[in-house]
């Protein structure tokens, strides 16, 4: 991993959409400008909505990755 | 009005005759809040009886599954605004008394008026 280190860890394992966002989205707003939230999910639609999420709100998805079904990413609030 | 925000409207026009048509609707609003979007979800023809107090807490979408309620929850704890106008209230008989309380009454001119200032409408 470079550079990046998650700041939290937000477990959304067996949740489904919108759940994952709604709470990205509570976390990013309590986080500080530049912190790094390590989100994960099981959701495949989350995939596509974080790459949503990161066009609509300029927050950066600086990682993505899956593994046994477990999809992994790194979020960073810009401001 | 800040001309950087995103706006989505959402026109919901089934209510408690058809729990499964009901809870999209408040899925996709609550991910539109998410994302910084200014969501709003405007209830006419039978999408009002949907805001009447104590009863989306028992319907289900699916057996089994959470209330309609806990979606509804969920949609405005992240900034969805609930709408309804009066002729949509007197279809299915309710006041606003009857309504779970924070959803703002507009009318026609106002519903156009969002409509218009809005990015998108989408309607259910």
């Known amino acids: 991993m470079a550079g990046a280190a998650a700041t939290s860890t937000l477990d959304c394992t067996g949740l489904v959409c919108p759940l994952p966002v709604i709470k990205l989205s509570k976390a990013i707003k309590a986080a500080a400008p530049g912190a790094v939230i390590e989100l994960l999910a099981t959701d495949p639609g989350s995939v596509a909505d974080l790459e949503a999420f990161e066009r609509q709100t300029g927050h950066r998805v600086l990682e993505r990755s899956e593994a046994d079904g477990v999809f992994r990413f790194l979020v960073q609030r810009t401001t | ?124």
Request: proline share 2%; hydrophobic share 45%.
């Open chain 2, 1 to 124: 009005m800040d001309d950087d925000v995103k706006r989505i409207l959402y026109v919901q026009t089934s209510g408690t005759e058809s729990p499964e048509r009901s809870a999209t609707v408040f899925f996709l609003a609550a991910a539109g809040a998410a994302m910084d979007i200014e969501v709003g979800i405007y209830f006419t023809q039978t999408g009002p009886t949907l805001l009447q107090r104590g009863v989306s807490e028992t319907l289900r979408v699916k057996k089994g599954g959470a209330t309609l309620g806990h979606f509804m929850d969920q949609a405005r704890d992240v900034g969805v605004r609930f709408y309804v106008c009066q002729p949509s209230l007197d279809l299915t008989d309710l006041k606003m008394a009857d309504l779970v309380e924070g959803v703002e009454m507009i009318g026609g001119a106002a519903f156009n008026d969002m409509a218009l200032d809005a990015d998108r409408v989408i309607c259910f």
